[in-house]
């Protein structure tokens, strides 16, 4: 059985709380690995070690720094086989979904090796007679993320590359359910070239959380989860006087005109609905028709698509998606759908039978397909976080644009039409973070920032983009003057730049 341990100093080491967890294989339904659960004590090891290491790597020109992500892209490309593989296998998704996992985190990784310019300061020359005032971007010190079993390659990469590019040294607490993409990660950088302790990854679960939100060397947290996790760590975190973002759950609409280009439409909820069986924070789980006879013409083209999906193994090249995470996964799932029939809404295509020939004890679940599912029902409130989507009709375009304002999560949306006006509007006025116009996961580039509202998101800044900078950094403003000639007496009025 693999054993995971911790990274830190720059090498593995055992757990020694005592207490471990099962890595599954979803797939199959086996245990693949143990991981060390981190005991306090363990967690406060790591940030010892990262205080340590972390002012020799502020003081390392971001030139330099740089340099050591631009040698880490080249490590995970030459192993990027292995790495898809190893995340496929702990999480469940396929392999080529879990290629494109490691790639939207490499590309947060390209903009951090714009660090040189992206840690430039301000400055006023002459801002009153003999005044210059600068800013500068100093890195926090020791920093933390925690983050969830969908993206383990991605989301961990979102958080440590903007840090380190900093000059921070970082802390990640990484999902217990798979790990192993993680890890890897480390020891690549290290490989790249950095320091022993600026990234120090400590497996865990509660207690290892806990330890870091009220650790008082850890300066920042970023946490990727659930909602009510979420909000657990944002109000924690901050009472500790700790800079904090949070990003949480989703329920993700997807609006159909009239107009719309149909089979478009439909590839397109396909592809961001029951991709990665629905366990993406972007994937679309409502699609929100407008009209009763674009509801009907959307309906009868998607049916026979969910009906037909293909659900494999993580390692079936041809499966449109593969497993869920865990077999608690799959029952909280068919829960939900369990619940819609009891609420009322019509079950069009039922996956809760599904069951995978030779892998009978992996953790499958076919896709599902509700209609008239009503703003009042739990299956509409709620993240069902599986391969189930709900069709809500609106009658018409207010009605479409209000459900995505007024539901509580607003993480991603999107609108398929052909009229700008239309879709102009709608990004214009709908309460959601990330909006796609005929672009069904919105996911912005990482040069722009990623971040939902409302209950999706808590914390001013988002993650990666200019804003990671913003939130790795501290700015220090500086008010200059030389004097020459003249010296004047004490001054007892607030300075102005006269
Ligand atoms: P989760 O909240 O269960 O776990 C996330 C992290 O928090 C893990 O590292 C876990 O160990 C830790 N954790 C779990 N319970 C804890 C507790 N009681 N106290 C302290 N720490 C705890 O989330 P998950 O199941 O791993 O991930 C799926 C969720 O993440 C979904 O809700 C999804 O929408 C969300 N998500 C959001 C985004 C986003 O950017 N908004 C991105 C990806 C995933």
């Known amino acids: 059985m693999r054993e995971i341990g911790h990274f830190i100093g720059g090498k593995h080491v055992p757990g020694t709380s005592g207490r471990a967890g099962d890595v599954m294989k979803p797939m199959t339904g086996e245990v693949q690995a143990r991981v060390a659960l981190a005991s306090r004590s363990e967690v406060r090891q790591a940030v010892e070690n990262a205080r340590a290491a972390q002012p020799g790597w502020a003081a390392t020109n971001p030139q330099r720094r740089a340099r050591v992500m631009m040698r880490f892209l080249d490590l995970v490309h030459a192993e990027y086989d292995a790495l898809a593989e190893l995340l496929a296998?702990?999480?469940?998704?396929?392999?080529?979904?879990?290629?494109?996992?490691?790639?939207?985190?490499?590309?947060?990784?390209?903009?951090?090796?714009?660090?040189?310019?992206?840690?430039?300061?301000?400055?006023?020359?002459?801002?009153?007679?003999?005044?210059?005032?600068?800013?500068?971007?100093?890195?926090?010190?020791?920093?933390?993320?925690?983050?969830?079993?969908?993206?383990?390659a991605m989301i961990p990469m979102w958080k440590f590359a903007p840090a380190i590019a900093c000059g921070n040294a970082f802390i990640l607490k990484p999902s217990e359910r798979d790990p192993g993409v993680p890890m890897r990660l480390a020891e690549l950088l290290v490989e790249a070239g950095l320091p022993a302790g600026i990234l120090n990854v400590v497996n865990g679960d509660k207690e290892a959380v806990d330890a870091l939100l009220d650790d008082p060397d850890i300066r920042a947290i970023g946490f990727v989860g659930s909602t009510p996790i979420a909000e657990y760590i944002y109000a924690r975190g901050a009472a500790a006087g700790k800079r904090v973002q949070c990003f949480g759950g989703a329920k993700n609409h997807m609006i159909v005109m009239p107009d719309a280009d149909m089979e478009q439409a439909v590839d397109a909820l396909i592809g961001a609905g029951y991709g990665s069986a629905g366990e993406r924070c972007m994937a679309v789980s409502v699609a929100v028709p407008v009209g009763e006879a674009t509801a009907d013409r959307l309906l009868e083209k998607l049916v026979p698509r969910v009906e037909g999906l293909k659900i494999g193994p993580s390692t079936d090249p041809e499966a449109d998606f593969g497993p869920l995470v865990t077999r608690e996964a799959v029952e909280r799932v068919r829960g939900y759908v369990d619940l819609g029939v009891e609420e009322g809404a019509d079950l069009l295509v039922d996956g809760r039978g599904f069951s995978m020939q030779g892998y009978e004890n992996g953790f499958y679940m076919g896709g599902c397909l509700f209609d008239r599912v009503r703003p009042d029902m739990r299956i509409y409130k709620e993240e069902i976080f599986g391969p189930v989507l709900s069709v809500v009709r609106a009658r018409d375009y207010e009605e479409a644009l209000r459900l995505p304002s007024e539901h509580e999560y607003g993480n991603g949306v999107a609108i398929f039409t052909r009229d700008g006006d239309a879709a102009r509007d709608f990004a214009a006025k709908v309460n959601v973070g990330m909006v796609g116009i005929n672009v069904p996961i919105p996911v912005p580039i990482s040069y722009y920032t990623f971040g939902g509202w409302k209950r999706s998101g808590f914390g001013d800044l988002n993650q990666h983009g200019p804003d990671s900078i913003r939130f790795y950094t501290k700015t220090k403003t500086v008010t200059s003057r030389w004097p020459s000639g003249v010296k004047e007496g004490a001054e007892f009025v607030i300075p102005t730049m006269r």
Not at 119 to 142: C, H, N, W
């Open 89 to 152: 296998l702990e999480h469940g998704k396929t392999i080529p979904d879990a290629r494109g996992d490691i790639q939207r985190g490499l590309e947060v990784v390209e903009f951090a090796i714009g660090i040189p310019h992206l840690m430039k300061g301000e400055f006023t020359d002459g801002a009153g007679p003999g005044i210059d005032v600068y800013s500068m971007r100093q890195p926090l010190g020791v920093v933390a993320g925690i983050t969830p079993f969908n993206f383990p």
